[in-house]
């Protein structure tokens, strides 16, 4: 258990990224009139189907927001539970403490333009979101559709 938490805690730290990433106090984005319908209905009921032929780019944006706005438990319903490919539970995830989660400013950092990037099929149910932060930085977000045909996040989806 005691290697669980620090793997948790070490991806929660890649998640949030650096501490000396850019400030930025909001967002780049707000999420679509549909995208907040669906985000606060999976919030109200922890209920992934309404993410059913939700598309990547949405999924992705709604990812954001819930670390945005410590949504903790709409962040890891939006976690790949894909067989292979689950890297911690609901309940180890529970017991990440919040200073490791990272704080507003980096996450705005670290996914800053993600609304512009494009999704990219790697293969049946696995593809990346490739964005720019900021000039000549570019990012990857991956992303893996579920048994259910849901888009969710993978686990430390930045690389």
Not at 11 to 40: H, V, W
Not at 69 to 76: A, I, K, Q
């Amino acid at each position: 258990m005691k290697y669980v938490l620090v793997f948790i805690s070490f991806c929660a730290m890649i998640i949030a990224g650096c501490n000396d990433a850019t400030p930025q106090s909001s967002l780049s984005f707000d999420l679509e009139q549909d995208e907040k319908r669906i985000y606060e209905q999976l919030k109200d009921e922890l209920d992934e189907s309404v993410l059913l032929n939700v598309d990547p780019m949405s999924v992705a944006k709604m990812y954001v927001y819930s670390s945005y706005h410590g949504d903790n438990d709409v962040n890891y319903t939006l976690y790949t539970q894909r067989e292979g490919y689950i890297a911690w539970s609901r309940l180890e995830d529970q017991q990440i403490p919040e200073r490791d989660r990272g704080n507003q400013e980096q996450i705005a950092a670290n996914f800053r333009n993600i609304e512009k990037g494009e999704f990219y099929h790697q293969d049946e149910y696995e593809g990346y979101i490739q964005y720019e932060k900021e000039a000549g930085a570019t990012s990857y977000f991956q992303m893996i559709k579920d048994e259910n045909n849901i888009w969710k996040v993978a686990f430390m989806p930045l690389q």
